[in-house]
């Protein structure tokens, strides 16, 4: 249930709105440079800010065995999007405090982790139905 509810929470006009932009127009590969295009209260700092929200939430009930990981990082997009995330992620934190987007890391390492242990294509890594 709390993975249903999790997803609904994030499925609102402004978080769609949010990953369009990141797919479509997001175009920094440095903090220093999304910091330039996308200043402080922008459209895209915004947009980013939604982006990383929903990320550190999970990562809080993931890393806290409330949120199955399984079942999360099976409909999850980190995995794809933490490399034009990451330098964001990692300057935005040193930038201001260890402690900004930490579970949005841990999330995203232990995704790494999940797909090199856990998962296994065309689905062979789930449970088998009777």
């Not at 920094?28 to 440079?33: L, P, Q, S, V």
Request: glycine content about 6%.
């Amino acid at each position: 249930m709390l993975l249903l509810e999790f997803l609904e929470s994030q499925n609102t006009p402004e978080n769609r709105e949010a990953f369009v932009w990141f797919a479509k127009d997001f175009k920094a590969k440095t903090y220093k440079e999304y910091k330039t295009k996308y200043p402080e209260n922008s459209p895209g700092f915004n947009s980013m800010n939604q982006i990383l929200s929903g990320f550190e939430t999970a990562g809080v009930l993931v890393s806290h065995g409330l949120l199955n990981e399984n079942l999360y990082f099976d409909v999850s997009g980190i995995g794809f999007l933490w490399p034009r995330l990451e330098p964001i992620v990692l300057g935005a934190q040193k930038e201001a405090d260890p402690s900004l987007w930490e579970n949005v890391i841990w999330l995203a390492n232990r995704q790494k982790w999940w797909k090199k242990h856990v998962w296994k294509p065309n689905g062979k890594w789930k449970q088998k139905l009777p």
